[in-house]
């Protein structure tokens, strides 16, 4: 069984989606502290042909917070609004529009759980077929370090391989992990590109603009395009 353990990613961009593809498993990591200025409530999509953040509304989010105990805030319909104006002319914008009008007007107060629907939703829109655990309710090992909490957590699934974004090779050791019984590989993106408009390509931009910009089909086949290492 291959693993993949990440903090849940607000509209991640294509990387994200390839890592969920590429394991049995995806381990969503939310009791680990919160991240701020990151990309759990935030992203990028495309106004007048370059990058534009986007963020989802918080409620008691901090550094000092853990994930699933921050709320989601009240700006969705702002948020639902922003996306029309900068893409009502792209290609799939009605189909694209619809989802995201339904997983942002979700009732859903707690902000993991309402990204986790998220990444459900779109996977299923993308035929990716990923099982889905929130750290929180399973492993019970928030006391331990990071490596052995990653460690303990393929041993409790019987994982015999751990996936991990390219950036981790700065910060987790092959042979650290093959002493455990585990082999770890990084997931290396090939280049993503898409017409966008008449513009410049802007690349790693959030999947709403893959998907305003794409089939299901097409996107399928982007999340394909990586090796492991």
Known sequence: ??????????????????????VDVFVVYDDVN????????????????K?????????????????NQVSVGGNAEKLINFFYHNYK????????MNI?????L??????????????????????????FIDSSEVFNNANRRETD??????????????INPIGGRVLYSKDEFAE?????????????VYKQFENLFVPNLSIIDVMMFNSPEAIHEFVESYRLV
């Not at 995201?100 to 942002?104: D, G, I, P």
């Open 100 to 104: 995201l009008s339904e997983l942002l």
């Open 149 to 162: 909490r990653i460690v303990d957590i393929c041993r409790q699934l019987d994982a015999e391989v751990y």
């Open 51 to 67: 990058p534009k953040i986007f963020t989802l509304h918080t409620q008691g989010a901090s550094q000092n917070i853990i994930i």
């Open 106 to 131: 979700n009732k859903e107060t707690n902000l993991s759980r309402f990204i986790t629907t998220i990444l459900k939703k779109i996977c299923s829109y993308l035929s990716i077929n990923t099982k």
């Open 34 to 49: 919160y991240i701020v200025r990151g990309f759990i409530n935030r992203n990028y999509i495309l106004e007048r042909g």
């Open 180 to 192: 455990k019984g585990i082999q770890i590989f990084f997931i290396e993106s090939n280049p993503v």
């Open 89 to 96: 002319k792209a290609p799939y914008f009605n189909s694209t």
């Open 1 to 22: 069984m291959k693993v993949a353990i990440m903090q849940p990613y607000l509209f991640p961009y294509i990387p994200y989606w390839q890592l969920i593809h590429s």
